[in-house]
C-alpha cells in the first residue's frame, strides 16, 4: 500500500506515521507537503498530529484552507481513506469532512497521558483488526480535544454507529471520570457518515511496536491494511 | 474601512477560560461578577468604501474563516 502524510507547517508527527507504515508494516509512503495539489496517487491519507500554523485563529482552522485540501477533499468523496489524528482530526472537522467541533480541555490543560478508548463499532475499515469493545491504551496530547457537536448531529451519529472510539477506564466503562477533556457523550473518535473518514484524538503511531512498550495504536493501521486487502 | 470583529462562543457552549475568570474574579472579592465569556477581538482594513459591499464581505470573512459557527457567534461595526 502506498500512504500519503500530509505535511503542514507545524505538523510534528508525520515521521512518527511514515515510521510506522514504513519500517513497521512495510508499506511505502509518501510525505507530501502542504502547498502540492495532487495526491501522488496514494492509497490512503493521514494527516498528522502538530500544531499546523500554530494553531492561529483556532485549530485546524488555516490549515484546512492549504492547497492540498481540496485534493484530500476530493479523495475522500471519491471514498479514499483518511485518517486525521489529533491536530489532523481538527483540521478534518475545521475542512467539514467530519461533522462537529473541538472545544478547549474542560481543565484548561494541555494533557499529555496514555488514556483508555472502546472500540465502539469495530466494524469499520480503522478497526476492524479490533474485537468490539476492546479497550486500547493510547496516549492523548492535546489542549483543544473536548468534542462538540449538536445534540441533532449527535443523535444521528449514534445511530449510524459513527462514534467508533469513546474515552473509557481500563475495564472499559465509559465513565465522566475516565473522560480526559469534557469530551461529549466521552467521544475520542468518529467517522464519517461513509465510513471512509476517521478522526481520533489519541496517537496510535506513538504505540505500535514492542519497543514502545505498548502496541495498541498499531491494530488502527493494521484495520486499514486489512480493508485495503494489504498482506503483511 | 475598518472591520471591528467580536467572536465568542455560543450561548450554553461551555467556556472553561470564562469559568476559571470567573473563578479568579469570585477569590478576589468580585462576588458579583457572572458569566464570563471570553472571546476574541480582531481588527480587519477593508479596501472598500462601499459600505455594503464592505458588510457582505466581512460577514462572508466571518462565516468562511473568523467565526467556527458551530461553536461560536460573531457580531462586527464598520467604522
Known sequence: MNVGVIVFPGSNCDHD???????????SVQMIWHKETS???VD????PGGFSYGDYLRTGAIARFSPVMGAVKA???????????CNGFQILLE???????????KSLHFICKDVHVRVENAATAFTEACEPGQVLKIPVAHADGNYYTDPVTLAAMQANAQVVLRYCTPEGKVTPEANPNGSLDNIAGIINSEGNVLGMMPHPERCAEDILGNKDGKLIFQSLLKAMK??? | MKAKIHVTLKQGILDPQGKAIEHALDSLGFTNAANV?????????????????ADAQVKQMCEKLLANTIIEEYRYELV
Not at chain 1, 506515521?17 to 508499506?27: A, E, I, K, M, P
Not at chain 2, 465569556?37 to 459591499?53: C, F, L, N, P, S
Open chain 1, 230 to 232: 494489504v498482506k503483511v
Open chain 1, 17 to 27: 506515521c511514515q515510521h510506522v507504515f514504513q519500517h513497521v508494516l512495510g508499506q
Open chain 2, 37 to 53: 465569556r471570553v472571546g476574541k477581538y480582531m481588527e480587519v482594513d477593508v479596501q472598500e468604501t462601499d459600505k455594503a459591499k
Open chain 1, 39 to 41: 495526491l501522488k496517487g
Open chain 1, 95 to 105: 475542512a467539514g469532512l467530519l461533522p462537529g467541533a473541538m472545544l478547549r480541555n
Open chain 1, 75 to 85: 479523495f475522500a468523496k471519491d471514498g479514499g481513506a483518511v485518517i486525521g489524528i
Open chain 1, 44 to 47: 490512503a491519507v493521514i494527516l
